[in-house]
């Protein structure tokens, strides 16, 4: 007889959300609904009748995490709109700027995974800050990655959290040649350590896919060799950067995509009624509290060709480089990957750029109103910005984020897991939830979703 169980919140990752599963007697998922609960930022509605030159800035501070992806992708979506093509040395910053952004995520995700896994040859878990070596190298590894990416990231974004330089039409700025030397030395450095972090992540990850159990709350829950598996679909549109309606050959299409509401997905109401004290931190929902997914999920739902899609490194590195390993591990081995490349992107973008070439176009369009879309492969997956600028103002604007696409795929991956490792499932997808949040609450005694902000 099925059981309803709920880990709320879930953690280790950006933003709050909550997994509701029904369990069997056993403990296996037979469905698990993973959803947003974080409060909403509005973000779209905010930048309704800003200048074109805002809405970027506004875009880029629905996150901390992501803003060089919002940033880039909401400035490419109205140049779309506006029909503006930007010179070449403004898209090889762009291009930088964005690598070192993926650089900079990848290790700081390496920090929230690795105390799921275990040290190679033991049954103990690292802890990413252990003074004990091998990890504490590591660590110092990992923080001196993140710094590199941070950077390169500062220097051709003008800050490396909500990037100034990027500007409708290209760049404010280029770079000087003696800042162009300071990337090259760092991005020659991070590309030895990204590949020693790779390959010791992808032996820590090979580890745990051999291994017959997990350790959670002193308990040891078997391994399935199927772990994170889903039968959807996946979807990119470029290896490194990606793509817009600017295109000679775009690689995304927005009549292909449909957004479902959460009431007409999720689950409906169920009694949470079974508990385990001992699940860490703080234990699961007590038994008899009421839970409603389909109206308290605080995000729509996605689908292209009619299905959900995973977003992501593994979508690129299955679209562009003939990559198929399923399952959490094969979605985290893909990440590691994605390692070595961001830093061989910067050093081929650094070594085309003309630190005297023009980065702003010589004509910047007002705009008529026309439909305009960017994709930016952000490091956790497509995000896509569609815009209507008109007289130089926003008329109309949608954010469709990575972790949007990846909330229903990553549902369905939870089937036929324990439940005990759904929250390991959710972390390979490294999700931002508060980059997802696009509904309100507007009935508070019930929480109640009920007014999608977007349209």
């Known amino acids: 007889m099925s059981k309803v169980v ?10 709050h959300s909550k997994l509701v599963m029904k369990i069997n007697d056993e403990g296996i998922v037979e469905r698990g609904d993973w959803l947003s609960i974080t409060p909403v930022r509005g973000v779209e509605k905010l930048a309704l009748g800003k200048t074109m ?50 650089l900079h995520s990848i290790a700081l995700h390496n920090i929230l995974t690795l105390p799921d896994m275990y040290l ?17 190298s ?30 409708v039409g290209g760049m404010y700025m280029n770079v000087s040649p003696r800042a162009k030397d300071k990337m090259y030395d760092l991005a020659k450095e991070g590309r030895t350590l990204a590949q020693e972090q790779s390959e010791f992540m992808i032996a820590v990850l090979r580890n745990f896919q051999r291994r017959d159990w997990a350790e959670v709350a002193g308990k040891q829950i078997p391994i399935p060799k199927n772990l994170g598996y889903h039968n959807q679909g996946y979807m990119a549109t470029d290896a490194i950067y990606g793509s817009s309606s600017l295109d000679e ?19 409906g109401e169920v009694t949470i009624d079974f508990e385990d004290p001992t699940y860490p ?15 308290q999920a605080c995000t729509g739902v996605p689908t292209y060709d009619g ?3 995973e977003v992501g490194p593994r979508a690129r590195l299955v679209t562009f480089k003939n990559y198929d390993e399923k399952g959490t591990v094969g979605q985290q081995i893909a990440r590691q990957l994605e390692y070595p490349d961001t830093l061989y992107s910067i050093i081929k973008c650094l070594d085309e750029l003309n630190p005297s070439g023009k980065v702003l176009a010589d004509n910047i369009p007002q705009g008529d109103g026309s439909l305009g879309w960017a994709a930016n492969e952000a490091p956790r997956g497509t995000d896509v910005h569609l815009a209507r600028v008109k007289d130089g103002k926003l008329k109309w604007f949608e954010m469709l984020v990575p972790t949007t696409w990846n909330l229903p795929t990553c549902s369905r991956a939870l089937t036929g897991a324990p439940w005990q490792l759904a929250e ?15 509904m309100i609450v507007v009935d508070e005694a019930n929480k109640i979703v009920a007014q999608k902000l977007i349209q």
């Open 53 to 102: 030159e805002q809405v970027p800035k506004i875009a880029s501070r629905v996150c901390g995490i992501c803003p060089i992806a919002h940033t880039l992708a909401a400035t490419e979506a109205m140049e779309a709109s506006i029909k503006c093509h930007i010179p070449k040395d403004a898209h090889l910053l762009r291009v930088i700027l964005q690598a070192a952004n993926r």
């Open 249 to 267: 050959n775009p690689k995304w299409f927005p009549e292909r995509y449909i957004e479902t509401r959460p009431w007409d997905w999720y689950m």
């Open 6 to 15: 709920e880990i709320s919140p879930t953690t280790r990752h950006e933003g």
């Open 281 to 295: 931190i703080g234990g699961t929902t007590k038994a008899g509290t009421k839970a409603n997914p389909q109206m």
């Open 138 to 167: 590591v660590a110092k590894r990992i923080i001196r990655l993140r710094e590199i990416g941070q950077t390169i990231g500062a220097i051709a974004g003008g800050e490396a959290i909500h990037p100034s330089n990027p500007r």
């Open 307 to 309: 299905q959900p899609v």
């Open 120 to 136: 190679p040859g033991t049954d103990t878990k690292i802890n990413p800050f252990s003074k004990e070596e091998p990890v504490r």
């Open 424 to 438: 390991i499932i959710v972390r390979g997808y490294d999700p931002c939830v508060s980059c997802a949040t696009h």
